[in-house]
């Protein structure tokens, strides 16, 4: 009978699915939460949504914008598009008169609803920008599972 049962958690704890998406907040303020379905009301609390299978390689591509923000000496690319899953990176170079500075927008279309994020603004310098990156890297670092 004990061995029925153990086998019994085992084939149970097989068949039970894990959370679908982790919403991370664009503001750094709640810990990383997960849900299966995403609806407006987590737009509207401004949380990003990424796939939990996709979490460690969303946060390596952002570390590579980082770099590329902080490592002057290499040209920076004019345009680029990234597909993480359902996560789009889109980023532009814009020039400036003291440095070339990138404009990234992510944008995620998970469960028919599309949520925006600007993580690297044109109009500040790109040390504020890889900044905010690394910082909000670190943040979701902290966070996943």
Not at 79 to 106: A, Q, Y
Not at 118 to 139: C, G, L, P, Q, V
């Amino acid at each position: 009978m004990k061995h029925f049962l153990i086998a019994f958690l085992v084939l149970i704890s097989n068949l039970c699915y894990s959370q679908k998406y982790a919403l991370i907040d664009k503001n750094m303020v709640t810990p990383i939460s997960y849900t299966n379905t995403v609806t407006a009301t987590h737009n509207h609390k401004n949380l990003f949504v990424v796939e939990t299978d996709k979490v460690k390689q969303f946060i390596s591509e952002i570390e590579k914008i980082a770099v590329m923000l902080t490592n002057s000496n290499k040209a920076m690319p004019e345009t680029f598009e990234i597909m993480v899953g359902k996560t789009r990176f889109v980023g532009l170079k814009v020039p400036s008169t003291k440095e070339e500075r990138l404009d990234v927008v992510l944008t995620t279309n998970c469960d028919g609803l599309k949520v925006f994020m600007h993580i690297s603004d044109s109009k500040t310098s790109n040390a504020r920008n890889a900044y905010f990156i690394n910082t909000w890297i670190k943040y979701i670092r902290s966070y996943i599972k």
